[in-house]
């Protein structure tokens, strides 16, 4: 350890925790192209460094409070529009045991209700499909698309059903970029007012000029903490993904935190991490092209004597973005072009920022189980900027792997599956070694996991108003 690592480290005061290594701001700093000013600004705040109960993630008590006070009033992620691109076309969207069918019930409108029919409580639909209405395939109770009651099978047996009163319940939508949110609790503030100020910095970013390309879906026997966690912080990519180092520079990632429901991790492309060994320029482009997920060069780009790989890959993610899109990148900063720009929104969803095609995640749990999860991994493509060249867009169906498949075995998945498999190998070993523990408790640094802390103390304040019903 270099002798001014060593004394950044030791003059650090208590909760000013840094990294003694180049920062990421620091890198910005040489950035080719002039960047947002949000991405500049820094927004850590020192959150408390007191060790966090290990029941949080295991004990069914925990769970049955995040169920009840948690999951039932804050905006969860359910689709995306071009999921139902036609009127009729609907979608369900599962959390614990609550069950929400999503439907385009006009061209220009999307509505849900809760997914029980009225007369025994069946689920009117299990997957998705496109129908003229909403009719339960027990009895045949029938709904139009905008909720109002079509049809009464044996109407002369319900003098009691009057057709006025048997809408389907509804549950809030919003939109935002092209996903469509969920809340149960009516008195919760506006999306927009919740995400904040994620809206301000992806606009430039605009996932709604994106289609869904990619989606596949994984059941994970972890806690929806523990595997949402594994993605939170860059600093373990130094033993679960070595491969990495060469370009992720991981321990000089930034970490920013706003109000209760967003965060984000911005990791550098195109620089090793501080604790890899020797490498090139050349060896770190190499590395970029085929372990980052975005892959861009097919063919094997030489970085010139004396330049930097990090700015040789964003140039060439310029031309070959604007090859395969038409958009123009060329003011566009290296960061948006290369970085792991990792923004999560409270509590499971998570859309990366930047240029390329956009890794969207989304975490939650298997049912009501609090030692198990569904984890999600989507791509966002951008359009053709000429309409003309837009491939016409079929919704993509959902990839689900069983339980013994992995990540890497699906194949459109490039680069990154074989990532996410080396994140999932750690996780029931983490579930077993939290149940084996005689302290207790974990201990979360106090910036790499500050975004972990942060949202645990969210969680904190939704289960301190109590449960809510819908
Ligand atoms: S339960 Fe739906 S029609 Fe009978
Ligand atoms: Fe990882």
């Given at each position: ?19 003694p ?5 620091e ?96 689920k ?53 970029q ?25 606009e ?55 109000g ?55 140039e ?19 960061a ?19 240029f ?61 599956g ?49 449960p809510?019903?819908?």
């Amino acid at each position: 350890m270099s002798e001014r690592i060593k004394e950044k480290e030791e003059n650090l005061e208590p909760g000013e925790a840094r990294s003694p290594y180049t920062s990421y701001t620091e890198y910005l700093g040489e950035d080719s192209k002039k960047l947002p000013d949000f991405m500049m600004e820094e927004n850590y705040e020192f959150l408390g460094s007191e060790d966090i109960s290990i029941e949080r993630y295991t004990s069914k008590e925990f769970f049955k409070k995040e169920a009840e006070c948690m999951w039932t009033r804050v905006w969860q992620f359910a689709c995306r529009v071009e999921d139902i691109p036609e009127v009729g076309d609907s979608l369900v969207y599962d959390i614990l045991d609550y069950s929400f069918l999503i439907v385009r019930s006009e061209e220009n409108k999307i509505q849900a209700f809760y997914n029980s029919c009225l007369h025994r409580g069946r689920k009117l639909k299990t997957e998705r499909g496109i129908s003229k209405d909403l009719e339960c395939p027990f009895h045949g109770y029938c709904w139009n698309l905008d909720g109002t009651l079509k049809h009464t099978p044996a109407a002369w047996d319900f003098p009691h059903v009057k057709a006025e009163e048997w809408s389907l319940p509804e549950v809030r939508v919003e939109l935002w970029q092209g996903f469509v949110f969920i809340n149960m609790d009516d008195n919760a503030v506006s999306l927009e007012e919740y995400l904040a100020p994620l809206p301000e910095h992806h606009e430039r970013w605009n996932l709604a000029d994106c289609k869904k390309v990619i989606h596949v879906s994984k059941v994970v026997p972890g806690n929806w903490k523990t595997v949402q966690e594994a993605f939170m912080e860059a600093f373990h990519a130094t033993k679960i993904h070595p491969e990495i180092l060469p370009f992720q520079a991981d321990e000089n990632a930034r970490y920013d935190i706003y109000g209760d429901h967003m965060n984000r991790n911005l990791a550098l492309v195109g620089k090793p991490g501080p604790h890899c060994w020797p490498v090139t320029e050349q060896e770190i482009l190499d590395t970029i092209s085929y372990g980052s997920g975005r892959v861009f060069d097919e063919n094997k780009t030489v970085v010139p004597e004396g330049e930097e790989a990090r700015k040789v890959a964003a140039e060439a993610a310029r031309k070959a973005y604007s090859t395969a899109d038409g958009h123009d990148y060329s003011d566009k900063s290296d960061a948006e072009m290369l970085d792991a720009l990792v923004y999560n929104v409270f509590p499971n969803f998570s859309p990366w920022g930047g240029f390329p095609r956009n890794l969207i995640y989304r975490f939650r749990p298997n049912g009501t189980r609090e030692d198990s999860a569904i984890m999600e991994a989507f791509f966002l493509q951008r359009n053709h900027k000429d309409p003309e060249k837009q491939e016409p867009y079929e919704p993509i169906p959902i990839h689900y792997l069983s339980e013994d498949e992995n990540w890497d075995d699906a194949e459109e998945l490039i680069g990154i599956g074989v990532i996410f498999d080396q994140d999932m190998s750690n996780i029931p070993e983490v579930e077993r070694g939290m149940r084996a523990s005689k302290k207790g408790t974990v201990t979360y640094a106090n910036y790499q996991e500050s975004r972990i802390r942060h949202y645990h103390q969210t969680i904190d304040k939704y289960i301190s108003k109590g449960p809510f019903k819908p």
